[in-house]
């Protein structure tokens, strides 16, 4: 038990008061327990062997009482304990869900999308039994045990010695067993999170499976793994059905032998008979709390594996920790300038940019053009700093780019990548994420800019509609600007538009980048495209070929001294 997730008791702190009546109830309901075997000597004694008639009136109410009073400490109890530990566990998701959006682009990369969603939901919902039941039940039982094991040794010392020799047997049957439940959880663990991750990328890849009929291939996959799931948790299952036959056997035995050699003690007149059938009600009423400790004892075990698992996720660092800077940036991004930079994705061996160069400045235009899988948009990633050149250095207004605090440098970079998403909410709001206390004017304003104003009033309900899951789906093009919109209201001093108007028609386009041309003359603008036409006019441009630049310049310099820039103008004119 060395292992013993103590650290989920420091949720708790919230709670005073509540743990406070939680174990006060325990402790009562395990002294009345033990009190009513206590009684029975009583009862034995002085209706059965003085004859004492009062008592017979008198000893039904007292038991009603008691058993009354049980029942009133049970129920707070086993209701504060459950409140407690599902308010524990809600902390913890709580704590774990902000863990996981803020850690590192990087983990995201090595570890499965799955595998997270899996320790939150899986995870959680099996320490959850953990947390409102298990350790309720321990130490109620424990209580109650050492309440009823006391009423044993104190009616009859001698006999309980004899008693328990037997309970070093059912201990080491008891561990042997718990930890083998361990080690298959730890694998069925591992089989669940597989099948989390079939549904997640089912449901993610819809259109795929459906457009290649997949349907068959993925469900036996999906069976198969499925399969070996339920294989590990019947192990589990087989383990745990061994056990309460075992200790109900060994029980029989001690239990047996005790009659046999306590009843000749009785007839002996070396005890009375009172104190002995309240010896063997103890002895017997303990043996309910010990065989639900062991089963107990083994989903903790479990639980402690679940717990350790979480607790990696727990502990792991988040971006800020690992990345932020301690210097605040002074005044606007003015300069950014990649010194020598390389890059190497943390889970792939190839490096994807090669010592690259290339200086951005206030009041320019640049374009990055390439090849697909040229290293255009990993080029950009940077800027934002979702990951670290693997060699040299960036250099914002000439501070190492590593050195500023995320937060404020993050605030004046707009971006608007390959992927769009959007968020569950209104229209309104999924402009206004980078500016929280927008007015309606400005996101109008943007939403002009980026051409999706008309669209959005003629939704039902205007910039109130309510976007994605049971309200308004886009089209691909209207993402599109929705997030320039959204990037624009941000009025950051870099922007940058990676393919961001791929899916629009040209006229719309062109309106676009006039309006954002317009209103970033002052400021960076990098925009990554395809379609060369939209380009023409940059400051500079960058063409990049395999993760180095080839050359750099304006269109016409670049069209006539570089021939694979050539080859890409012509190749989009001439077809035009
Ligand atoms: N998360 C990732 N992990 C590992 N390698 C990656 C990752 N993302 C991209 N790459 C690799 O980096 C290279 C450059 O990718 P990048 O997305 O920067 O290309 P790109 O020029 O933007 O291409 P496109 O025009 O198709 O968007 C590719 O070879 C790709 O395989
Ligand atoms: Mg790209």
């Known amino acids: 038990m060395k292992e013993f997730p103590l650290w989920i008791f420091r ?13 006060i109830t325990l402790i009562l309901n395990a002294l009345i327990t033990s009190y009513l075997a206590y009684f029975v000597k009583v009862v034995v004694n002085s209706v059965f062997v003085e004859k004492n008639e009062r008592m017979i ?15 009133v400490v049970f129920f707070v109890n086993y209701y504060s304990m459950s409140y407690i530990g599902q308010k524990v ?4 998701r709580e704590e774990l869900y902000e863990k996981v959006i803020s850690l590192p682009l990087e983990v995201f990369l090595k570890e499965p999308p799955g595998s997270f969603i899996s320790r939150i ?23 109650t045990a050492i309440g009823l094991v006391g009423v044993v040794f104190y009616q009859d010392f001698q006999l309980a010695v004899l008693g328990f020799l037997g309970l070093p047997l059912i201990g080491y049957v008891i561990s042997r067993i718990g930890k083998r439940i361990k080690k298959y959880t730890d694998r069925m663990q591992d089989k669940l999170i597989v099948v989390t991750e079939h549904l997640f990328e089912a449901v993610k890849n819809i259109r795929e499976i459906k457009l290649f009929s997949l349907e068959k291939k993925l469900s036996e996959s999906f069976k ?12 589990i299952k087989r383990t745990e059905a061994i056990y309460p036959p075992i200790v109900e056997l060994t029980g029989a035995l001690i239990v047996g032998f005790l009659i046999f050699y306590g009843g000749k003690r009785v007839l002996a007149g070396e005890t009375t008979a009172g104190a002995f059938f309240s010896f063997i009600i103890a002895l017997i009423m303990a043996y309910e709390p010990i065989r639900k400790l062991g089963q107990n004892y083994n989903r903790i075990q479990q639980s402690i594996t679940v717990a350790k698992r979480i ?19 002074k005044g606007d991004v003015e300069r950014i300038e990649f010194k020598s930079v390389s890059f190497r994705y943390p889970n792939s061996e190839k490096r994807v940019l090669e010592n690259i160069s290339c200086l951005f400045e206030k009041g320019k235009k640049y374009a990055i053009v390439g090849r697909s899988g040229s290293g255009k948009s990993t080029l950009a990633s940077l800027i934002p700093r979702f990951y670290d050149p693997t060699e040299g250095r960036i250099e914002v207004n000439g501070v190492e780019l590593k050195r500023l605090k995320l937060v404020p440098y993050r605030k004046r970079i707009g971006m608007v990548s390959q992927e769009i998403i959007l968020f569950r909410g209104t229209v309104r709001e999924n402009i206004a994420i980078g500016k929280p206390d927008a007015t309606l004017e400005e996101i109008v304003e943007a939403a002009k800019v980026a051409n999706i104003h008309n669209d959005i009033i003629s939704l039902p309900e205007g910039y109130d509609t309510l976007i994605g899951e049971g309200g308004v789906l886009f089209s691909g093009g209207q993402r599109q600007r929705i997030a320039i919109a959204r990037a624009v209201l941000k ?13 629009l028609d040209s006229e719309t386009e062109k309106a676009i980048q006039r309006a954002i ?29 395999n993760g180095k630049i080839l050359a750099r310049g304006k269109h016409k310099e670049l069209y006539s001294k570089l021939p694979d820039y050539k080859k890409l103008v012509d190749m989009q004119f001439l077809s035009h």
């Open 224 to 235: 198969r793994d499925n399969d070996r799931y339920i294989k590990e948790f019947m192990k």
């Open 89 to 92: 566990i809600a902390f913890l």
């Open 57 to 71: 009136s008198v000893i039904p109410l007292i038991l009603i009482f008691l058993v009354f009073l049980k029942g």
């Open 311 to 329: 607790r990696s996720v727990l502990s792991l660092s988040s971006e800020y920790e690992l990345k932020d800077g301690d210097l605040e940036i």
């Open 491 to 503: 009025s950051p001093d870099v922007l940058i538009l990676d393919e961001a108007t791929s899916a």
């Open 11 to 23: 949720y708790l702190k919230p709670m005073k008061f509540l743990v406070g009546i939680a174990v």
């Open 517 to 545: 041309d317009e209103m970033f003359k002052d400021k960076i603008l990098i925009t990554i495209a395809h379609r060369l036409s939209t380009i023409l006019d940059s400051d500079e441009i960058i063409f990049i070929k």
């Open 121 to 143: 939901l899986n995870d959680t919902s099996l320490l959850q039994d953990f947390t409102t039941r298990q350790i309720a039940t321990f130490f109620r039982n424990t209580l």
